[in-house]
């Protein structure tokens, strides 16, 4: 099994950054993408940001320039830092971590895809 533990959430007036953090824990073999999503109220969980183990990352326009994710791989752990944040980043926000792990059952290497419980962004303007 892997756990996520996320970090870092919290209020901020608009223009502000925030920095959140997510480690990884538990049988972990590989790890391929580590990415973060948001949900706002009434709407459907987007991605905000994704990197690939060898680096290459996704943006969507909406947080282009002003979102950064990166990762230590020796931690495995990834982080967003938030910069100019506006009033509609306002969301839950959740890491996304795909890999591979041992299972319990089995024994034998099989793919992971978890997630976060979630850490609460307020932006205020």
């Known amino acids: 099994q892997v756990q996520l533990v996320e970090s870092g959430g919290g209020s901020v007036q608009a223009g502000g950054s925030l920095k959140l953090s997510c480690a990884a824990s538990?049988?972990?073999?590989?790890?391929?993408?580590m990415g973060w999503y948001r949900q706002a109220p009434g709407k459907p969980r987007e991605l905000v940001a994704a990197?690939?183990?060898?680096?290459?990352?996704n943006y969507p326009d909406s947080v282009k320039g002003r979102f950064t994710i990166s990762r230590d791989n020796a931690k495995n752990t990834v982080y967003l830092q938030m910069n100019s944040l506006k009033p509609e980043d306002t969301a839950d926000y959740y890491c996304?971590?795909?890999?591979?792990?041992?299972?319990?059952?089995?024994?034998?290497?099989?793919?992971?895809?978890?997630w976060g419980q979630g850490t609460q962004v307020t932006v205020s303007s």
């Open positions: 996304n971590v795909q890999g591979a792990t041992v299972s319990r059952v089995y024994g034998s290497v099989e793919p992971f895809n978890s």
């Open positions: 538990g049988s972990i073999i590989s790890i391929n993408v």
């Open positions: 990197m690939t183990s060898g680096g290459s990352t």
